[in-house]
């Protein structure tokens, strides 16, 4: 696309996933235990997206990607150090709570103003990344109402491919039942597209990306403005953990068919 | 543990492991970002491939292998390579770099030391020219060394350092080199041709090296001394990598006994020469170079036994917890279930103890570690001063750092007193005196440096096996989570390479006698005393009579002599300064882990991250302190009473031995002056006028001369009140803490 997309791709951090979740209720609504002093990632939906958007960015000359996250600003600066050397991306930092306990309403409005606040922003370029889900709430509901905030119809969600065509149209595979894919083209930008895994390998470390990000992402976290987004008014009736079943046996050679057979016969008990 | 436990619930403890803020604080490197972000790309190297290999059993061979070799490509691309280069040359990150390179080096080793060590020696054999190279040899080599840039079509190039030579030559003594230079050609007017022949033992990374910095000596009298040659792998003559060291350590790097026979430009000594009289001479000796370049690298050494053992906590927490998981009677509320072997006492003291060695090895490691980043730039401008003010030559720059010597005690005086009682304009005149600061640093430089490299590794690898007795049978299989037997193996060839402990005691028995050393060793002492007043509860006021204490003896045997008359305090007396040598290592290890748990104080409560669990880290870090105090309260007053009077003769039940004993004829004498005398020395050590003595133990010893020697160890004795309490408090905390579900990288 002749000058380029502009990729903004929206995501929030998850606890990191080894560690021990235990649901708790805490001054201003339910929590997770020590969930502050616990390491976080950046959530693996939008860890995909920024990925893709990056690969984008990259065929296509002039193209910009921009991160922007709602967080708890000093824990975001922790998780950038882990993605900062992956691609090149300009850190836009929101303030505020990241848990997947906070309003997705809420959550959308801030991300949609941050985006609408980006300087020289320019919608007829611009392409809005996300996870179709998140690993702390798994609703998919927030990329949907971003879209809508920003007045963007064409939306995608389930993700797997995006091929970009020289006139600026693309063609995009979303997630279908069946192990299947949906294939549509769009005409062009604007568009939001909600990822799945897409089907890039992670980036390998360059440190001198990461030295260029990390000029932009100091002055971004101190800049951070504080989001009004959270649980407020919301109440919860009861929160729990899913349950995790292991059943796991370890038999060599077994057919593919075998397998599914099996794991049928386990689903329905 | 139950009473314990209800201390324990009165103050907050330990929430979570420490994770990275909390470390970013205690290491002090909260405010750089670029270092933060190394550490994060090394880690994910570390857990993910280099782990990977481990777990896949690389190490089974200490055959160089292909997969191993993807290591290489791995550190490339994560920067690792890289970091050691300075911008100009290729590098991403300004500056010194001794943190940078420990933070590299512990990372790595949290999985595998041997992939630290593949890292670091590619630095080892580029630190020479780093270091002393000429500005020529630096552009020649470092930017080749950078890995290719996507598009770039060449070969990186990679660096080993030869030093250790074949028995019966190099190891410790490194004075000895068989390695030698003989001039090949030297036609009028044009650079002299050197023939190099050097055999090396054990020398890392030569499987892949393109380039050896070699220590050789002269064999011909038109070349002065000994030196450290560049050679290339495409030099004439024989480059013959040799046979691979059949090393049980270390797997994932590469080791061989390479042998050298090339013939190199002169231009490849390092560091240049000159020629004189038709001589050619090196302007640095192979022992200047060797001494810049080690003085960096133990410290990097040191961090990485530090790394195993923090890294040995959580795979130790989670296998005492879940030990009775899983059996039939099992009930998910019992304490069995929950606790697990953490129900008994000697199991939780125990990784309280390795986990507080690790805590103070890398308070100590990082604390030299920075320390050498402020040496770096001063030791610059250092050389500097000299230049401009052309003092040249060995003799001329002694004398003047002689008298430099004098102003920088005086600076450090100074610097102890508050700002309103010292002289304001000498004060600053001295700061501002670039000789003295260059001074000042390197007297505690010369002393941090192998005080970290002996006794992270030398009681590091002591504490890395009681870390895997801590895992019962399992410790010793190749299942064992956190690789602990590999971790505990590796840390002895960490006390042994660059320098064995042996090495580290003597430079140690040398540097910490510098005044100027001694001088701010006094005041660390005070400033101990003065964190135990503010913060009774870390124990500082025993580590402050412990360093008392070590002060007393090392004056007094500088000055005493053994019961035949001879000297205690020389070279040769390795019985006496050895441990003394040890002894102060325990010392700045405490003292470091002490300043970084103030620090977390400090700083800690301004980060939003830790704002809920603050107050349990400071308390648990307060407990660990005085627990480590504890311990090296007890080590120092050994050796010190050890050395003190042991090297006094023990009486014997005869007159002339006996000064100390009473002799009948004085009792009665006495008698008549103080009535009663003879009946109170009754059991005491009486010499009767036929010989004969008490029947009892034995003549008891003279302490005269001691006393002081004896209030202070029995004030320091004292002073460890409370430290078994606080132990019982930070095992207490072990059965709380919350651990992940799974370690971070694969078994
Ligand atoms: C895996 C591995 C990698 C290595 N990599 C390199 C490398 O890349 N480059 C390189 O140049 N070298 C390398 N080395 C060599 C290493 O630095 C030496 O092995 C080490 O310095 C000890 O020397 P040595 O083995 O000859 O021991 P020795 O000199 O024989 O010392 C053995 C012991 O004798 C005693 N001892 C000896 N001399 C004294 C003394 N003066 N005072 C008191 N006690 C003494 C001490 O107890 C000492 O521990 C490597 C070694 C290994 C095992």
Redesign the interface.
């Known amino acids: 696309m002749t000058g380029g997309f502009q990729i903004v791709v929206c995501g929030g951090i998850v606890p ?1 996933p ?3 979740l ?1 649901p708790i209720t805490g001054p201003s609504g339910p929590a997770l ?2 969930e ?4 976080a990632v950046l959530d693996p939906w939008a860890w995909h997206a920024l990925f893709e958007a990056a690969n984008l960015a990259k065929q296509n000359p002039g193209s910009k990607v921009w991160l922007v996250a709602l967080a ?1 600003k ?2 975001l600066q ?1 998780v950038v ?2 993605i ?2 992956k691609v090149p991306f300009e850190l836009i930092a929101i303030d505020g709570p990241a848990s997947g306990f906070a309003e997705s309403a809420d959550v959308a409005e801030e991300l949609a103003a941050a985006i609408e606040a980006i300087p020289g922003l320019d919608k007829s370029k611009l392409l809005v990344f996300g996870g179709w889900e998140s690993a702390s709430r798994g609703a998919g509901t927030t990329m949907q109402m971003v879209g809508e905030k920003l007045g963007i119809v064409d939306q995608f969600q389930g993700v797997d491919e995006l091929k970009a065509a020289p006139d600026g149209s693309f063609e995009v595979l979303e997630r279908i039942e069946g192990g299947r894919h949906q294939v549509s083209t769009c005409a062009g930008a604007p568009a939001l597209l909600g990822w799945a895994t897409g089907n890039l390998p992670e980036p ?5 990306v ?2 260029a990000n ?1 000029r932009g ?2 002055p971004a976290l101190q800049k951070a403005k504080p989001a009004k987004a959270g649980a407020n008014g919301a109440t919860y009736a009861s929160v729990a953990l899913p349950q995790q079943r292991r059943a796991t046996r370890i038999v060599k050679d077994t057919p593919v068919e075998e397998i599914a057979r099996e794991i049928a016969a386990w689903i329905k008990g | 543990m139950e009473k314990t436990a209800e201390r324990t619930a009165e103050k907050p403890t330990l ?2 492991l420490p ?3 909390v470390r970013q604080i205690m290491w002090r490197f909260a405010d750089r ?2 270092l ?6 090394v880690r ?1 190297v570390a857990r993910g491939p280099v782990a990977q290999l481990v777990a896949n059993g690389a190490r089974n061979t200490h055959e160089w292998t292909p997969e191993k070799n993807t290591l290489l490509e791995a550190f490339d ?3 690792i390579t ?2 050691f280069m300075e911008p100009e040359e290729g590098g ?2 300004a500056g010194p770099k001794n943190l940078l390179l420990a933070l590299i080096a512990f990372e790595l080793a949290w999985v595998d030391a041997g992939a630290a060590t593949s890292s670091l020696a590619g630095n080892l054999g580029l630190s020479p020219i780093h270091e002393c190279g000429t500005p020529e040899q630096k552009a020649t080599y470092m930017p080749r060394c950078i890995p290719a840039q996507p598009g770039e079509d060449r070969k990186t190039m990679r660096a080993a350092f030869a030093l250790t030579e074949p028995i019966p030559f190099v190891g410790v003594d490194t004075g000895v080199l068989a390695g030698k230079v003989r001039v090949s050609e030297w036609k009028e007017g044009e650079e002299p041709i050197l023939h190099v022949e050097k055999r090396g033992r054990f020398i890392t990374g030569m499987d892949f090296a393109s380039i050896v910095t070699a220590a050789v000596d002269s064999d011909d009298e038109r070349i002065k001394g000994s030196c450290l040659v560049i050679l290339e792998e495409d030099d004439e003559g024989t480059w013959d990598r040799g046979a691979a060291t059949m090393k049980m350590v270390h797997q994932l790097s590469s080791t061989r006994d390479p042998v050298f026979n090339l013939k190199v430009p002169a231009s490849r000594i390092v560091g240049g020469y000159t020629v004189k009289d038709g001589k050619i001479i090196p302007n640095l000796s192979h022992s200047e170079v060797i001494e810049s370049v080690f003085r960096r690298t133990r410290v990097t050494v040191g961090l990485m036994t530090a790394a195993k053992l923090l890294s040995a906590v959580e795979p130790v927490i989670r296998y005492q917890r879940q030990r009775f998981r899983g059996g039939a009677a099992d009930n998910p509320e019992s304490p069995r279930y929950q606790l697990g072997i953490q129900m008994k006492e000697d199991a939780l003291h125990r990784l309280v103890d390795v986990w507080v060695a690790g805590e103070a090895a890398a308070s100590l490691g990082f604390a030299a570690a920075r320390l050498f980043d402020e040496f770096d730039p001063m030791e610059k401008l250092k050389d500097q001063v000299l230049r401009e003010r052309g003092i040249e030559g060995r003799r001329a720059i002694l004398k003047t750092m002689k008298k430099a010597e004098k102003l920088a005690v005086e600076y450090v005086q100074l610097a102890a007193k508050p700002e309103s009682e010292r002289d304001a304009a000498r004060y600053e005149e001295l700061k501002a005196d670039v000789l003295v600061q260059y001074l000042v640093l390197e007297s505690a430089a010369n002393v941090y440096c192998p005080a970290c490299k002996l006794w992270n590794t030398g009681h590091g690898a002591d504490m890395m096996r009681q870390a895997v007795s801590l895992m019962g049978g399992y410790g010793i299989t190749e299942d064992c989570p956190g690789f602990l037997f590999h971790k505990w193996m590796d840390a002895q060839l960490e006390a042994t390479y660059e320098g064995p402990e042996a090495v580290q005691r003597r430079q140690l028995s040398v540097t910490m006698l510098s005044p100027l050393f001694l001088e701010q060793f006094r005041i660390w002492t005070r400033e101990m005393r003065a964190i135990s007043n503010l913060r009774p509860l870390t124990g500082a006021c025993a580590l402050a009579t412990a360093m008392e204490l070590w002060m007393w003896s090392v004056q007094h045997l500088q000055e005493a002599k053994d019961a035949d008359g001879n000297k205690l305090y020389n070279s040769a007396r390795h019985g006496v300064t050895f441990p003394l040598a040890d002894a102060l290592s325990w010392l700045l290890a405490s003292r470091s882990l002490v300043l970084d748990a103030l620090e977390l104080e400090a700083r800690g409560p301004e ?7 603050i107050e349990g880290l400071v308390n648990f870090y307060r407990d660990m302190c005085h627990t480590h105090i504890g311990e090296t309260v007890g080590v120092v007053g050994k050796i010190c009473t050890e050395l003190v009077v042991g090297y006094n003769r023990h009486p014997e039940w005869k007159r002339e031995d006996c000064t100390t004993c009473y002799c009948q004829q004085e009792v009665d004498n006495l008698e008549s002056i103080i009535p009663g005398l003879a009946a109170s020395v009754v059991g005491a050590d009486v010499i009767g006028d036929d010989d004969s003595h008490p029947v009892k133990a034995g003549p008891c010893a003279s302490f005269r001369g001691m006393e002081r020697f004896a209030r202070i160890r029995q004030r320091m004795d004292g002073c460890l009140t409370g430290c078994r309490i606080a132990k019982d408090r930070a095992a207490q905390a072990l059965t709380e803490v ?7 990288y694969p078994q």
């Open positions: 990191n080894l560690q021990t235990e235990k020590n502050a002093m616990l390491p708890p000093a824990k922790q150090m882990t900062a050397q390998p470390n360059n440190p001198q990461g030295m990390m992402v100091m | 929430r979570t994770g990275d803020d970002f670029d933060q972000m190394v550490a994060q790309s994910a691309q994560a920067g890289a970091a991403y990150i980060n939003p991250n830790l704002a809920e669990g919350m651990i992940p579900e799974a370690l971070d």
